[in-house]
């Protein structure tokens, strides 16, 4: 014991005697070494720190083309309008947000295409779409087996909410369109019912909830007809519809064209009727359509409150920069998207990071253009939002703001 520890002093006394260890003690050496170690340490810092430049990168699909076209395209340019904002506000933790844009076409297939573009070549673990229910329930599926978010502003098919833990939207489910527009039905003193419906996961999901909720509270179905996205003249359906002799006309169309087209053929084969419908046919494109044929029309819609003002200055703010308007609840629940998002990866710091943001999903209570203090349930449905009973106006008392008149919450029961 007494040769190991005489051993480790002479070992010390050398190394203390060693030219280095006598030059590293004189002081000007001391500072250049503890310099030397704090630089050490800020680039080590530096280096676990968040890159600022370098963008958080989420997907966005929407149908640009197909029949969601029109409310494709102003959801895109709504949410390039919040991106612009919150970029220009300084980003997302100092880091600008980045859109990686693909057309989902209102289709299940060529969403399914997008999205494989998104996840597989753009490595994207989030993504905010799609338009149409048919595209959502396409690609649904893939993003959650794979735990990839999925976020649509305008998606509504009641099937939505059985979709998965990674699937979420502001939309409202059609489950309240059809209720409310069967006990309108019902309470306007409708008794038979005639229904046009394109064939398409959203138009089909408004008319089957519409179609049961009237049913039970008595009233009968009399005729229906279905058509292809494809069909661009409706006289042919019109006619069988109108031989049985309906109450009124229920219109569930996918698209703006057909909308307005189907309203305004009914009146000039005679029809003088009521016709109820939903949101996309009381969209600018539909009416314009349809011109006077649409006058008097109801439908069960989400509206943006004119008592909101962020729904108000995002309106105008849309207006000034694209010069159009319309569907704005459709435009607001776009824009409204993009922000969340923007405070979910706020506190993730990752854009791939799924499974943070899908827990901040869950926890988020939000106020923006479309309302107040809203938030997600335990299926990623949206929660302290609902409809209302419109009424279109005549051409003459429509403007570029308002196409109808809000008669009143859509009835729930």
């Given at each position: 014991?007494?040769?190991?520890?005489?051993?480790?002093?002479?070992?010390?006394?050398?190394?203390?005697?060693?030219?280095?260890?006598?030059?590293?003690?004189r002081p000007?050496?001391?500072?250049?070494?503890?310099?030397?170690?704090?630089?050490?340490?800020?680039?080590?810092?530096?280096?676990?720190?968040?890159?600022?430049?370098?963008?958080?990168?989420?997907?966005?699909?929407?149908?640009?083309?197909?029949?969601?076209?029109?409310?494709?395209?102003?959801?895109?340019?709504?949410?390039?309008?919040?991106?612009?904002?919150?970029?220009?506000?300084?980003?997302?933790?100092?880091?600008?947000?980045?859109?990686?844009?693909?057309?989902?076409?209102?289709?299940?297939?060529?969403?399914?295409?997008?999205?494989?573009?998104?996840?597989?070549?753009?490595?994207?673990?989030?993504?905010?779409?799609?338009?149409?229910?048919?595209?959502?329930?396409?690609?649904?599926?893939?993003?959650?087996?794979?735990?990839?978010?999925?976020?649509?502003?305008?998606?509504?098919?009641?099937?939505?909410?059985?979709?998965?833990?990674?699937?979420?939207?502001?939309?409202?489910?059609?489950?309240?369109?059809?209720?409310?527009?069967?006990?309108?039905?019902?309470?306007?003193?409708?008794?038979?019912?005639?229904?046009?419906?394109?064939?398409?996961?959203?138009?089909?999901?408004?008319?089957?909830?519409?179609?049961?909720?009237?049913?039970?509270?008595?009233?009968?179905?009399?005729?229906?007809?279905?058509?292809?996205?494809?069909?661009?003249?409706?006289?042919?359906?019109?006619?069988?519809?109108?031989?049985?002799?309906?109450?009124?006309?229920?219109?569930?169309?996918?698209?703006?064209?057909?909308?307005?087209?189907?309203?305004?053929?009914?009146?000039?084969?005679?029809?003088?009727?009521?016709?109820?419908?939903?949101?996309?046919?009381?969209?600018?494109?539909?009416?314009?359509?349809?011109?006077?044929?649409?006058?008097?029309m109801k439908?069960?819609?989400?509206?943006?409150?004119?008592?909101?003002?962020?729904?108000?200055?995002?309106?105008?703010?849309?207006?000034?920069?694209?010069?159009?308007?319309?569907?704005?609840?459709?435009?607001?629940?776009?824009?409204?998207?993009?922000?969340?998002?923007?405070?979910?990866?706020?506190?993730?710091?990752?854009?791939?990071?799924?499974?943070?943001?899908?827990?901040?999903?869950?926890?988020?209570?939000?106020?923006?253009?479309?309302?107040?203090?809203?938030?997600?349930?335990?299926?990623?449905?949206?929660?302290?939002?609902?409809?209302?009973?419109?009424?279109?106006?005549?051409?003459?008392?429509?403007?570029?703001?308002?196409?109808?008149v809000v008669?009143?919450?859509?009835?729930?029961?």
């Amino acid at each position: 014991m007494e040769f190991i520890k005489g051993g480790a002093a002479r070992v010390r006394g050398s190394v203390a005697r060693s030219p280095l260890v006598r030059t590293m003690r004189r002081p000007h050496w001391r500072r250049l070494l503890f310099l030397g170690l704090l630089t050490v340490l800020a680039l080590t810092l530096q280096g676990c720190g968040e890159d600022t430049s370098k963008p958080f990168r989420i997907g966005v699909m929407e149908s640009l083309t197909g029949a969601g076209e029109t409310y494709g395209t102003v959801a895109s340019q709504a949410k390039q309008m919040a991106l612009d904002e919150i970029n220009a506000a300084g980003g997302v933790n100092g880091r600008p947000l980045e859109f990686i844009v693909e057309d989902s076409k209102c289709n299940a297939q060529d969403a399914i295409t997008a999205y494989r573009k998104l996840t597989e070549v753009d490595g994207v673990k989030i993504i905010l779409g799609t338009s149409c229910s048919g595209a959502m329930l396409g690609v649904a599926p893939l993003a959650e087996a794979d735990g990839i978010i999925l976020f649509s502003g305008l998606a509504s098919n009641p099937d939505i909410a059985n979709a998965g833990d990674y699937i979420f939207r502001t939309q409202i489910s059609d489950i309240q369109v059809g209720i409310g527009t069967g006990n309108v039905l019902w309470a306007d003193g409708i008794r038979a019912l005639a229904t046009i419906t394109e064939t398409t996961d959203y138009a089909e999901g408004v008319r089957r909830t519409t179609a049961a909720q009237f049913e039970k509270r008595g009233g009968q179905i009399v005729a229906e007809e279905h058509y292809a996205t494809d069909v661009t003249d409706f006289r042919s359906q019109l006619e069988k519809l109108l031989a049985a002799n309906p109450d009124a006309l229920h219109v569930s169309p996918q698209s703006e064209f057909a909308a307005g087209t189907i309203v305004k053929q009914a009146r000039e084969l005679g029809y003088e009727g009521p016709i109820y419908a939903e949101t996309v046919s009381v969209g600018a494109t539909a009416l314009e359509i349809a011109g006077d044929a649409a006058t008097g029309m109801k439908a069960i819609t989400a509206d943006l409150d004119p008592d909101n003002a962020k729904g108000q200055e995002v309106l105008a703010n849309f207006r000034k920069r694209y010069d159009y308007v319309t569907l704005p609840w459709h435009l607001g629940s776009a824009y409204d998207d993009v922000y969340i998002a923007a405070e979910c990866l706020k506190q993730t710091g990752d854009d791939q990071d799924a499974d943070g943001f899908r827990d901040c999903m869950y926890e988020i209570t939000w106020s923006g253009a479309i309302g107040d203090n809203y938030s997600f349930d335990e299926q990623g449905e949206v929660v302290g939002l609902s409809r209302v009973v419109v009424e279109v106006l005549p051409t003459a008392e429509r403007t570029e703001d308002r196409n109808y008149v809000v008669l009143g919450p859509a009835p729930r029961s």
